[in-house]
């Protein structure tokens, strides 16, 4: 069971706007900032958004985050077929004290 | 060209202790917190904690405490993540992951290449 909630599946078409969600508490991300992690089938996880919006240096711009209370989203916009992948987000857990991070979210791309 | 190296795969039976290393280079290594995750096989990410390299101070979340010991060799360059009393839910790939601070938060921006340790009788 994870702290963090997020759907499990999401799908969308070449070229369309996909958004995922992630759903906490007051003490990690009504109180903290939100990472979003992209990660490819056997491969490590990639950081795609930092501090709920900022993007390091070589993520697209199709990337893009936002945070709301205790709710992220995260919006991929002109699906390729190669961001097929696991998407996680993650934010500092005041009351835990650590990371804590959602389920997992697989995007398909149709 | 920054490098986090982590030692090989581990089979271990249950009640044994398992260390995973990582060896970084072509970075200043006592410069970075150094965090360590893990990924149950089918399973979401699960963060362990973190240690300073410079001073050795660690952090873990409460659910590993009394059964992970984060340590490091500055001579080396090299952290380690040692986890006991091993229970078949253990079996996860466990990754080391370099921070990098800046000005709006840290993130990290260099992983090893995971090891996958399996605990079973």
């Known amino acids: 069971q994870s702290v963090l909630t997020q759907p499990p599946s999401a799908s969308g078409t070449p070229g369309q706007r996909v958004t995922i969600s992630c759903s906490g508490s007051?003490?990690?991300?009504?109180?903290?900032?939100v990472n979003w992690y992209q990660q490819l089938p056997g491969t490590a996880p990639k950081v795609l958004i930092f501090?709920?919006?900022q993007r390091p240096s070589g993520v697209p711009d199709r990337f893009s985050g936002s945070k709301s209370d205790t709710s992220a989203s995260l919006a991929v916009s002109g699906l390729q077929s190669e961001d097929e992948a696991d998407y996680y987000c993650?934010?500092?857990?005041?009351?835990?004290?650590?990371?804590?991070f959602g389920g997992g979210t697989k995007l398909t791309v149709l | 060209q920054v490098q986090l190296v982590q030692s090989g795969a581990e089979v271990k039976k249950p009640g044994a202790s398992v260390r995973v290393s990582c060896k970084t280079s072509?970075?200043?290594?006592?410069?970075?917190?150094m965090h360590w995750v893990r990924q149950a096989p089918g399973q979401g990410l699960e963060w362990i904690g973190w240690?300073?390299?410079?001073?050795?101070?660690?952090n873990l979340i409460q659910r590993f405490q009394g059964r992970v010991t984060l340590t490091r060799d500055t001579s080396i360059s090299t952290a380690y993540m040692e986890l006991s009393r091993l229970r078949s839910n253990d079996t996860a790939v466990y990754y080391c992951?370099?921070?990098?601070?800046?000005?709006?938060?840290?993130?990290?921006?260099?992983w090893g290449q995971g090891t996958l340790v399996t605990v079973s009788s």
């Open positions: 992951a370099r921070i990098l601070p800046t000005d709006y938060g840290d993130y990290p921006d260099y």
């Open positions: 072509a970075y200043p290594f006592t410069d970075y917190y």
């Open positions: 240690i300073d390299p410079n001073s050795g101070v660690t």
């Open positions: 007051s003490p990690n991300i009504g109180s903290n900032t």
């Open positions: 501090s709920n919006n």
């Open positions: 993650a934010a500092w857990d005041d009351s835990l004290n650590g990371w804590v």
